[in-house]
């Protein structure tokens, strides 16, 4: 009974939770490396702290067949995207990875005793759509040379740390925030002026962004995006929320949709 209780509070945690699910697969490399997973690994990471998606941890499965071929398993039967601890979750998007060099390099005195190590790492990086099998361009990622530290784990770990900042940057070209909207805060001549979405803070959203204003249709089985037009960013109102005020053209169609209960996304202009 226990058991059966703990699924089905994660079943009703995973129908709440409306982040893009995104698997990281393991990264393949070059030359073989006891260290290589340590960069996968950081990559997971890097992408959980964002807390803008579900990261699901594929470092198992090394091709996006595999995936495709995991998600028409019973597991997926009763699960819409997210459960945790031993239940599968059907990624969405998959990150991809070659690690093309990750050299350590062990550090003595002139005694010749071991005094620490360094390391620095180069990889590419790609977004494949799982649905499609369609990816993104490889991104090259060259971090720094490490400090010297007492492990080789360490060294390796401070080296993919010198990336962090552009691998963030990386996330938030390739994956836009999107919100929905939650609420018509202020109406004017029949159109809706300002709106609530569901981004925040905690997204990074910051005054004077910009959202794209879409319909989302199914129309035979796949999404059709229609832009109504944009929203920006007045007020940050919290970790999961902004209040943003809705261009003229098109306040009436936001409202009339609104209300209508049809789907509405917010996806986030991005600012290179």
């Given at each position: ?89 059907a990624a969405e ?150 209040e943003c005020e ?27």
């Amino acid at each position: 009974m226990t058991v059966c209780l703990a699924a089905s509070a994660l079943f009703a945690q995973a129908q709440q939770d409306t982040r893009p699910v995104v698997g990281v697969a393991e990264f393949t490399c070059d030359a073989e490396s006891p260290y290589a997973k340590l960069v996968t690994e950081k990559v997971v990471e890097m992408l959980t702290n964002t807390k803008r998606f579900q990261v699901v941890d594929r470092t198992s499965i090394d091709k996006i067949h595999a995936e495709l071929e995991l998600q028409k398993s019973e597991a997926f039967l009763d699960s819409k995207n997210r459960v945790e601890q031993d239940v599968a979750v059907a990624a969405e998007k998959m990150i991809t990875g070659h690690i093309t060099k990750i050299p350590v390099y062990a550090m003595k005195n002139a005694s010749g005793s071991l005094r620490g190590y360094k390391a620095s790492v180069a990889f590419e990086m790609k977004v494949v759509d799982v649905a499609t099998g369609l990816s993104t361009e490889a991104t090259s990622f060259q971090g720094k040379a490490s400090d010297e530290y007492l492990s080789p784990e360490s060294a390796v770990t401070a080296a993919m740390q010198s990336l962090q900042g552009d691998i963030a940057e990386y996330f938030r070209v390739n994956f836009p925030v999107t919100a929905k909207i939650v609420r018509i805060l202020s109406e004017k001549g029949g159109r809706a002026s300002v709106i609530l979405v569901s981004a925040g803070s905690e997204q990074g959203i910051k005054e004077g962004d910009v959202f794209t204003i879409e319909n989302v249709e199914m129309i035979d089985g796949s999404p059709y995006h229609t832009e109504l037009g944009q929203a920006e960013v007045k007020r940050v109102a919290g970790g999961g929320f902004s209040e943003c005020e809705v261009d003229k053209g098109a306040g009436m169609a936001v409202l009339e949709k609104f209300k209508a209960a049809e789907k509405l996304q917010c996806k986030l202009v991005i600012k290179k």
